[in-house]
Each structure stands twice: as C-alpha cells, then as structure tokens.
C-alpha cells in the first residue's frame, strides 16, 4: 500500500485491520497525529514508510511487535520523546531512519542488536549522552548519521568495528576525548565528518590507512599536534579542511601527493617553518586558505604553477620576500589575500595579468615602490586594500578613474586623490564593496526610468519643487535640482560613502534630504566623454523605462550633468547572493525555501526579459554577484541593459566582447563570440547550482554532463551547511532546480531550454517525488525534465524524492 502526497488528517487505526499488509508507504503526505498502536497487528509488516508529515507524539511501543520489518523510515515528522529500546528486536532491519524529528534521550544500546543494519539516520535531533559502544556490533553499516545532536563523551573505539562503513557524519555535537586510532581500521570510508566537536588530542597516523576516502572535515575543534606526514596516503582527497584547531608544526611535505585535492583549508592554526614547495604538485587545487598561521619563509615558486586556483589566502603569517611576475600564471584567480605579512618588494606588474581577479589585499606588509599602473587594467576587480605599507609615487590615473574605494591609509610617501583631502580613517564601508558592487548595475535603469519618461513632461513644470520635498517628484532630465541633493547627500560623492566599483562606475550609498536610502551608480568620465553617448544614454533608457518586474532592481532616477552622470536606484540591504553564501551565518539563513523562491524568482525574472519585452534583451552576465537580496533575502536581478547603454548592440544575436563573469560564461562564446539568449540560459544553470551547492560547481559542471559523473548523488553535493528540507514541497522543488538547472548546462546551446520554459516549468504542478532522496543520482535527473520541456508527460520525475 502506497499513498504519495494525496492525504492529509490522521492515521486511522482500523489501517491495523490489514494483517496481511507487508508494504504501508504513506511518506510525503500531510499526516498529522499520532501513529495509532494499532499499528502492531500489521505483523507481516516489511516496509514501513511515514517519513516527511506532521506526525508528532512518541514512537508507539507496538511498532516493536513487527518483527519482520526490515525497513522503517519516520524521519522529518515531529516525534518526540526517547527512541525506544523496543528497536533492538527488529533484528531484520536494514534500514532505519529517524532523523530531524525531536527525539530526546541516549541511543538505546539495544541498536547494536541490529546486525543486518546498512543505514542508520539518527541525526538533526536532541539526542544526549554518549554514542554507546554497542554501535560497533553493527558491523554490516554502510552510512552511518549522527550528526546535529548534543551527544558527549568520546568516540567509541568499538566504531573501527565498522568495515564497511563508507560515510560516517558526527559533526555539529559535543564529542570530545581524542579521535580514536581504531577509526584506521575503516578502509571503505569515503566520507569523515567530525567537524564542529570538541575533540581534542592530535590526529591519529592511522587516518592515512583511508585511503578511499574523498571528503576529511575535521574543522573547528581542539585538536593539537602537527599534521600527520601519513595524511599523504589519502590519494582519493577532494576536501580536506582542518581549519580552526590549535595544530603546530610544519605542513607535511607528503600534502603534496593529494593530486586529486580541489579545496585545502589549514586557516587558524598554529602551523610554523615554511610551506612546503610541494604544495604545487596539487594542480587540481581550486581553494587553497592558509591565513592565520605563522608560516614563515618566502612564498614557494611552486605554488604560482597551480593554474587551477580560484582562491589563495595567505594572510595573516609571517612570509616575506617577494611577489614574482610568475603570480601571472593564476589566470583563474579570483581571490587573493596576501596582508599582514613581511613582504618587501614592488607590486608585480604582472599582476595586471589577472583579469579575472575581483579580490586583492596586500595590505600590511613592507610592499615599495609604485602602485603599477598595470592594475587599472583589472575590470572586475571590487575590494583592493593596499593600506599600511611604504607605498610611493602618485596613484596611476587609469586606476584613481576606475577605483575610487581603494584604501591606501599609512603609505605617507604616496599622493593621494586630492592634494588637499586630510587623511580619513579606514572606513569599514569598503568591506561591504564586494557585497552592493552589483547594485552598480545599470539594469536599475530598467523599471524607474519608465516612470522618468512618461511623466517628462509633467516633471518638467515641477522644477521649482522644494528640494527637501518628495525625490521623484523633482526628478527632471538634465538632473539640476536631483544633483544638488545628491551633492548634499554625498558630501560630492567622498570615498567614505563609496560601497563598491565595477568596470563602468562606483556605488554610493546615499540618504536624501526626505530620509529616503539609495544606491548610486556614478559612471567613470570614460564613458560619459563621448559626445554622442548622451543621445545613446538617453535613447537606451527610453527602451528600458518599458521594462517592469518584480523581480529587477527598481530605478529611481537618473542625472546627466555637465560634472559627471549617474543613476539611483533601490537599494538593497543583504547584498549579494555571491557573499551570502560565502558567510556561514548569512547561507544558513538563506534557507532551502528562500533558495527555492530565489532561484525561481531568477528565472521569472530573465524569462520576462528575453520574451515578453518589446525588444528583448539579453542580460550578458548572470551571476551570483548579479542576484541581489534585500532585506527579507528576496532575490533581485541587476545589470540589465548594461551593455545597450554603454553602446553595444544588444539584438536577440550579436557579436560582442565577452562582458561576463569568469565561471558563468556559456562554452561557446569562447570561439564564436555571438551572445544570445541561451548564454545567459547557461549562467542561470551555475547559479541555480551553486544556490543549491552553496558554492560555485566548479568543475563539478562538465563532470555532471558526462559519463563520469553518472554516479554522483543528489544529497552528495548539497549545501552541507542546511538540513535536508522538512516540507515536501521544498524537497520536490530542489528536485526540479537541480534537473532544470542540468538541462541549462547543456554543452549544445541548442539542447538547452529557453527561460520560458524553464519558468514554465516552475509554475506547472509538481509530479509526486516517491524515491528515497538518497538513492537520486544526478544522471537520473539530467532526463527527468526532458519531456516537462518538450511537453510532454512530467511522470518522468515521479521516482525521485527526498528521503
């Protein structure tokens, strides 16, 4: 008996009239109440299914009656109570799952009686007391989760009983003791999760016997002792994170037989001597973060041939020597934190190489010489902090007209912007750049210009309009009324008001005379020297005021005056959804439903502007940085219409230069270099990823669209950082992003879907999800909506759910 998302109410007990029931699947319902004891006469009962309901009250003392179960899954209802000893007579079980429900108690020692067992979920509750050695009898387990709970003591040694486990979560409870030898003894495990404990003690020479293992989380605990040199064994090691103990010693030159490592995280750590020059034998290596430390000793050569590197943080040690051109060989680069070191040389004019750079700090280190004019070239570039070094010289003008938040505090031999501007204190504003940079974009232009123009004339009469009156209604075009109000506001726009920059212009955060906050996008005289570019401006705004969403950063106003240009528009106050993810706090409050509606809201968004505009308009650079969140983390999009305004033809297909964002790019711009409306398709596809991932996929993409990844697993790659969703429909719709999302990906631009469809896709009726979540491979999903878009049946999709 199989019952999927048709029922709501309570169970009735005469469903224990069915004594010869073996099968009661009642999962992702609306069942509410409790489960009726009646429930114990079903004793040729084999499957019991109730997962994902309102159930509450106790586990019901009868269910230990049916012995013939060998599968039982209560998980994300909201039972309450102890687990009951009762479950250690369900000697056929293979599979029990309880967790995110409100369990209290110890784990009853009688579970170790369950010796056929292969997966125990226990985790995401309030469960207490010590994991009981009995565990070890379970020496058929495969997936073990304990995870979120408050369980204390030590781990127990009997744990190495467990050969065949391959994932063991304990993370986010109150171990403590040190982590076991025994654990060696588990050669199948792919997964060890003991972040967020109190484990203290060092780190056991026998982790090197995993050698099958993938992921190593052992952050934020006490641990102590140096890294063990056996460590190099784990060749199979994708992440390893060991940042936030209190480990010393030098970094074990073994680290650097880790070929396969993508993500090494050593932060905060009491690690000394240098970093070993094998360190660069880790070619996969996208994220590498040793800040905090006290590395000493010059950065090796090696570690700039690591090309595939994204992110390098080396801040916070004690490296001297230099920076060598051959940091141009990080073409992939994106953050780069090098501050509070010893290092004493000029800036490299390579680093104006880095054209994907959006992140550097050099600040507080011993750096002469000139700021190398080379780094203007660096259009992406958000946040630079250059403060406290014995910098020289003037400031290049190409990098004073592109970035005006730089923070050159404490160079006293270097000129600053204005001969005359008394020294400020190094404002915190300029660590929120990287947050509003994509409030810079002109796509604010999109909805309230629409206001400017077809009230112009109305506007214009109403010059005289008190200044400290209403915003809008002193609008006009040429912007002289508005533009002493933004003077006012902005003290003529100082650099502590400054909140980012961008390659066309920097972000203000202005409050006007009526109390009202908004963002300014001031455009570089680059742009705004051009005789013809006010027609073109105005020309392109006329366009654009016709363009209205929710969904799209709201214009305000714009200025054109004969001192500079610029736009107004709403301000949003959660930032980016690019830093909301990288900030733990931040990304756990960004729940799986506000993902969900962020993501949809995404795709609403650009399906509106690719096809129901009058002239539809590509956006060219869809990414994280681009999806704003204001105040309730509602998604908005920004930056459309930035490359019609700033003078590119913008038809449906066009040749242009490529204008994203490293990362979020289509494929074949790389050799065609025509943008249409299936490139933004394909950036919407990595940011409905990484909304989901809760990081950039990576390289992950072109492993998820082969044969390779066909054994990759949903729960595999989500947001580790949330819990499973507890409502069914969540559960459904991550479902559907992440297939929707596969589809965008597609190699072929003409394979993928057209944002129509995809929003289609999201208002039409979910099918029913009715297989365990953890059975869903991403290679079912890459055909689950294939008919949905093509029209066809959506019955596709019914054999996938959450567990």
């Known amino acids: 008996m199989s019952v999927v998302n048709c029922i709501n109410g309570s169970i009735p007990p005469e469903l224990g009239n069915l004594e010869r029931l073996n099968t009661l699947n009642l999962k992702h319902n609306l069942l509410n109440g409790v489960v009726p004891p009646t429930i114990g006469r079903l004793h040729n009962l084999r499957f019991l299914g109730f997962n994902k309901n ?55 020692p009688e579970i170790g009686n369950l010796r056929s067992l292969t997966d125990l979920y226990l985790g995401r509750n309030q ?56 654990i060696g003894n588990l050669m199948s495990l792919t997964d060890l999760d003991l972040q967020e404990n109190q484990l203290g003690g060092s780190i056991p020479p026998e982790i090197g016997n995993l050698t099958s293992l993938t992921h190593l989380y052992l952050r934020g605990n006490q641990l102590g002792g140096s890294i063990p040199p056996e460590i190099g064994n784990l060749t199979s090691l994708t992440h390893l994170y060991l940042r936030g103990n209190q480990l010393g010693g030098s970094i074990p030159s073994e680290i650097g037989n880790l070929r396969s490592l993508a993500y090494l995280d050593l932060q905060g750590n ?16 996208t994220y590498l973060n040793l800040q905090g430390n006290q590395l000493g000793g010059s950065i090796p050569s090696e570690i700039w041939n690591l090309t595939s590197l994204t992110d390098l943080n080396l801040g916070g ?46 600040s507080s280190n011993n750096l002469v010489g000139e700021i190398p004019v080379e780094l ?24 004073k007209a592109v970035f005006q938040d730089i923070d050159f505090l404490d160079n006293k031999d270097l000129n600053q912007f204005h001969e005359t501007q008394a020294p400020r204190r190094r404002s915190s504003v300029i660590h929120y750049m990287m947050v509003f940079i994509p409030l810079a974009v002109i796509s604010c232009i999109v909805v309230g210009s629409c206001f400017l123009f077809r009230r112009a004339t109305k506007i214009e009469q ?40 961008g390659g066309y212009g ?84 960004l729940d799986w439903s506000k993902r969900v509606n962020l993501v949809q809201d995404t795709a609403h968004a650009l399906s509106y502007m690719h096809h129901d505009c009058v002239r539809p308009t590509v956006h060219q650079d869809i990414s994280s940085n681009n999806i704003l969140l204001n105040s309730k983390m509602q998604a908005f999009v920004s930056d459309f219409g930035t490359a019609r305004l700033l003078g590119h033809d913008s038809s449906s297909n066009f040749t242009a230069n490529i204008a994203g964002t490293n990362g979020y790019v289509a494929p074949e711009l790389a050799y065609t270099l025509i943008v249409n409306e299936k490139c933004d398709v394909y950036s919407f596809g990595v940011v409905a990823m990484e909304t989901m991932m809760g990081e950039h996929p990576g390289d992950i993409i072109s492993i998820l669209l082969t044969s390779s990844g066909e054994d990759i697993m949903l729960h595999k790659i989500l947001d580790r950082r949330l819990p499973f969703p507890r409502e069914n429909s969540i559960a459904r719709s991550i479902v559907l992003i992440v297939s929707l999302a596969l589809a965008c990906l597609s190699a072929n631009p003409k394979s993928r879907p057209t944002m129509k469809q995809v929003s289609e896709a999201f ?4 099918s029913p999800l009715v297989k365990p979540f953890h059975e869903i491979s991403l290679a079912q999903l890459r055909y689950v909506n294939r008919s949905r878009l093509e029209g066809e049946s959506t019955e596709a999709s019914s054999g996938q759910s959450e567990e």
């Open 54 to 108: 309102n159930l509450s009250g106790s586990i019901p003392l009868e269910l230990g009656n049916l012995a013939k179960m060998d599968y039982v899954n209560l998980s994300t209802n909201h039972f309450t109570g102890p687990i009951p000893s009762f479950i250690g007579n369900l000697m056929n079980l293979t599979y029990l799952n309880l967790r995110e429900n409100q369990l209290v108690g110890s784990i009853p």
């Open 127 to 182: 469960l207490g007391g010590s994991i009981p050695p009995e565990i070890g009898n379970l020496t058929s387990l495969t997936n073990l989760d304990l995870r979120g709970n408050q369980l204390s003591g030590s781990i127990p040694l009997e744990i190495g009983n467990l050969m065949s486990l391959t994932d063991l979560d304990l993370q986010e409870n109150q171990l403590g003791g040190s982590i076991p030898p025994e």
């Open 270 to 285: 009491q690690l000394n001597r240098s970093i070993p020059p094998e360190i660069g034998n880790l070619r996969s290596l």
């Open 317 to 362: 040690n004690k490296l001297g020597g230099c920076i060598p051109s051959q940091i141009s060989n990080l073409k992939s680069l994106v953050n780069l934190n090098l501050c509070d070191n010893r290092i004493d040389c000029a800036i490299p004019s390579k680093m104006g190489d880095l054209r994907h750079l959006q992140k550097l700090d050099l």
């Open 376 to 399: 203007g070239k660096l259009s992406l570039l958000h946040y630079l902090d250059l403060h406290n070094n014995s910098l020289s010289g003037s400031i290049p003008d190409n990098l």
């Open 462 to 501: 109403s010059m005289t309009t008190e200044k400290n009156g209403n915003f809008l209604s002193i609008w006009n075009y040429d912007g002289r009324i508005a533009y002493e109000d933004i003077i006012d506001a902005t003290e003529d726009f100082d650099l502590k008001y400054c909140i980012g920059t």
């Open 506 to 589: 920097s972000v203000y955060r202005a409050r006007l005379p009526n109390g009202k906050v908004v963002a300014l996008k001031k455009l570089h005289r680059l742009e705004t020297e051009d005789p013809s570019f006010d027609k073109s401006f105005r020309n392109e705004v006329k366009h654009l005021t016709e363009i209205r969403h929710r969904s799209i950063i709201k214009l305000h106003g714009f200025c054109l005056h004969r001192r500079c240009m610029f736009l107004v528009y709403e301000y949003m106050e959660n930032g980016s959804l690019f830093c909301a993810l990288r900030d733990d706090i931040e990304a756990v409050e």
């Open 763 to 766: 208002l039409a009726r979910k």
